[in-house]
């Protein structure tokens, strides 16, 4: 089994200044990868408006490529509606060539609607969402992996447009969990894939990413696999609603265990609830509790 790789997931609604110092600490700790949520508001699960500031997602990740050296960089994950992918393509370009080469462009379909509805950003029915996803993602791999790149489509048309790129690939990641379609495309397009699993869940979505792997010929090994939940150490797992894992150290390294059986590459930690102190309070028990179980 190879090493699984573990990434920390920060909170935008923290300053600037924790978020800097919290990336730091888990860099020193060891962690692989530091992921961040690309938002505007919080969710609240309808077009009702939340106050609650978050920090913007690619603007931290470009702060933290000159303020942490080593690890990994993401978007968890970026949404296509929000910026036109031609304007991404170089914001991504621009924080790689900043990190020596870290950055991990997560992308996404786009789905929460308080935020769309609130700064006038099209959102539209879920098929032309994700329409619009592979019109994007032809203009994203074009433009940063190819020398020249035409597409015209329903909603994106570019015209040999001259790649973005110091000359280092930059990986894709699709956030996608839809059989039909979305794991398909994550066959099609995707050096990465997450979603948020258990391990039952994430063993089912992996074979069916691997059968549309087969479908067009792929080998399904040459995409990077990761998954999160959110943590409750010493939580009561009777109480635990889903997406969250809650237990025992002992129970947590043994659901960690299962998932690892089922291919995983990396899992992704997630502080999104709560302040930084929380936060590091979380990386830490991780680190110091879990961690050493993993190897």
């Known amino acids: ?74 978007s968890l994950v970026a949404g296509m509606t929000y910026r036109h992918p031609a304007v991404l393509a170089n914001t991504a370009a621009t924080i790689d060539d900043l990190s020596g080469g870290r950055l991990v462009l997560g992308m996404g379909a786009g789905w929460q609607l308080n935020e769309h509805a609130a700064y006038g950003i099209e959102l539209g029915p879920v098929r032309e969402r994700i329409d619009r996803l592979e019109e994007g993602l032809a ?3 074009g433009l940063l992996h190819s020398p020249r790149t035409t597409v015209k489509g329903a909603h994106y048309t570019i015209t040999d447009a001259p790649a973005v790129t110091t000359g280092q690939r930059i990986p894709l990641m699709l ?22 699993s258990t391990p039952e869940v ?23 696999r990761s998954t999160q939940a959110i943590l409750q150490i010493d939580g009561s797992p009777a109480d635990a609603p889903a997406g969250v894992v809650a237990g025992s150290v002992d129970r947590i390294v043994d659901v960690i265990g299962r998932w690892r059986e089922t291919g995983l590459d990396e899992l992704i ?11 590091r309070e979380l990386f830490g028990r991780f680190h110091t509790e879990i961690r050493p179980q993993l190897d």
């Open 1 to 74: 089994m190879s090493e699984l790789a573990v990434g920390a997931w920060l909170g935008t609604t923290w300053s600037t200044e924790d978020i800097v110092a919290v990336a730091k600490d888990v860099e020193a700790a060891g962690y692989d990868g530091i992921w961040v949520a690309d938002h505007f508001m919080a969710n609240t699960g309808s077009t009702e408006v939340s106050d609650v500031p978050l920090r913007e997602c690619f603007a931290v990740l470009a702060g933290l490529a000159t303020a942490v050296p080593r690890v990994r960089l993401g």
């Open 139 to 141: 203009v994203l791999d």
């Open 175 to 196: 956030g996608a969990s839809g059989e039909q379609r979305m794991l398909g495309i994550v066959a099609r397009w995707a050096d990465e894939w997450n979603c948020w």
């Open 202 to 224: 994430f063993a089912h979505k992996s074979a069916v990413l691997d059968e549309h792997c087969a479908r067009i010929g792929r080998d399904p090994r040459t995409i990077r």
């Open 269 to 279: 930690v997630p502080a999104i609830r709560g302040d930084a102190d929380r936060a």
